[in-house]
Nanobody, 127 residues
């Protein structure tokens, strides 16, 4: 129904910046809350950020607050994650995800709330 493809990952030095993209295809009717999650080896997948259907509201994990910015593209079928002041602990596979759950429910912080997931893109931050 909906396919998500992340891109933009790679190797970056600590303190640097990187922009991730997530392109949606298929039945993209703009009725999805979009989120970013990440998972490091040996650790559980964790919430990073989410943006509402209109792009008017967003939320972030405390660990990335004031450093990362999530946004929706003009076509509304692409989301971005701007990452600044990167730290080695940001190293992980980053996934985008989509859910029809209301943004106001607050359940976007839970990975179980998402219906669709991308394949992930690797981000490595060197010290």
């Amino acid at each position: 129904q909906v396919q998500l493809v992340e891109s933009g990952g790679g190797l970056v030095q600590a303190g640097g910046s990187m922009r991730l993209s997530c392109a949606a295809s298929g039945r993209t009717d703009n009725n999805y809350v979009m989120g970013w999650f990440r998972q490091a080896p040996g650790k559980e997948r964790e919430f990073v950020a989410a943006v509402s259907r209109t792009g008017g509201m967003d939320d972030y994990a405390d660990s990335v607050k004031d450093r990362f910015t999530i946004s929706r593209g003009n076509a509304k079928n692409t989301i971005y994650l701007e990452m600044n002041s990167l730290k080695p602990e940001d190293t992980a596979t980053y996934y985008c995800a989509a859910t029809r759950t209301s943004y106001y429910s607050g359940t976007y912080v839970n990975q179980g709330s998402y219906d669709y997931w991308g394949q992930g893109t690797q981000v490595t931050v060197s010290s």
